[in-house]
């Protein structure tokens, strides 16, 4: 509890009470989520409002801990409307809703790490979601990593910049022969529909470092990654990766070609890889 009668005398650093601090407070639950399913393990929040929570031990159609995701929508009276996504391909024990993350023009991405495709458990997956323009969404695009391997967990962390790239992490992903090292992907949009994938590794990784356990990155080109195993004179910590211009260059390609002409001059958001 904070408190304006107790200001510090070494600091004189003024502390308020919450009332004071937050103007409102709605809690938002849904009665579609199961008692145990952990809605807003993860949530994220875009600029238009719109608010996407994981729930990823629901059991939708009693697939137990399939996982699900709900949407919420601000109205103009102050309320919102949900709207919940499942797997269409979501087995029992996939956690779909691990991660998420929301653009501003609606596109959700949701991560399933312990989803198991094409028989490699718990490798991982990540699904796309776009707005129809009817209050729905479309069928979800899968992606999953072209060198999945056993326990990757792709989608360890999941980011999106407007221009509909999509970084994620597998922070279980053995690479470089390392056990657990971690790794990204980033995925482009095509013309197509479809996304390219690059893959990056830290270029000091060791194993057991989960790099890919995090992620966030800016407009202006800085990819903020985190290893949350790795030591660094017995500390943990974290990675900034820039990206070669030869890299630059190549991904601002794949980018301006996947895009209309109205689009083509959205920023890139990639790097090159370095440390600080």
Not at 35 to 55: E, F, P, R, S
Not at 82 to 98: C, N, S, T
Not at 131 to 159: F, R
């Amino acid at each position: 509890m904070f408190d304006t009668g107790n200001i510090s005398s070494g600091n004189h650093t003024p502390v308020f009470l919450d009332s004071e601090l937050i103007s409102d407070f709605i809690k938002l639950t849904s009665g579609q989520i199961v008692q145990t399913g952990q809605l807003g393990n993860a949530v994220a929040i875009n600029g238009n409002g719109v608010i996407v929570a994981g729930a990823r031990d629901d059991a939708p159609d009693s697939s137990y801990q399939a996982g699900s995701v709900l949407i919420f929508t601000p109205l103009e009276d102050g309320t919102y409307v949900e709207h919940q996504l499942i797997a269409p391909d979501g087995v029992a024990g996939d956690h779909f809703g691990d991660s998420v993350t929301i653009a501003d023009d609606g596109t959700v991405v949701v991560s399933a790490t312990i989803a198991s495709p094409d028989g490699n458990s718990e490798s991982g997956a990540v699904y796309v979601y776009k707005p129809d323009g009817n209050g729905d969404y479309t069928v979800p695009i899968k992606l999953v990593a072209s060198d999945a391997t056993q326990l990757d967990n792709l989608g360890s962390s999941v980011a999106i910049n407007e221009s509909g790239q999509i970084i994620v992490g597998a922070a279980g992903d053995d690479a470089n022969g390392d056990l657990g090292a971690g790794s990204i992907y980033i995925y482009t949009p095509e013309a197509s529909g479809d996304y390219s994938e690059i893959k990056l590794t830290a270029p000091e990784g060791e194993g057991l470092a989960n790099f890919g356990s995090s992620i966030s990155f800016n407009e202006s080109g800085l990819i903020v990654v985190g290893a949350k195993g790795e030591l660094n004179d017995t500390a943990h910590y974290m990675s900034i990766i820039r990206l070669s211009m030869d890299m630059q260059i190549l991904l601002s390609w794949m980018l301006l070609n996947s895009q209309s002409e109205t689009n083509s001059e959205r920023p890139l958001l990639l790097t090159k890889m370095g440390k600080y």
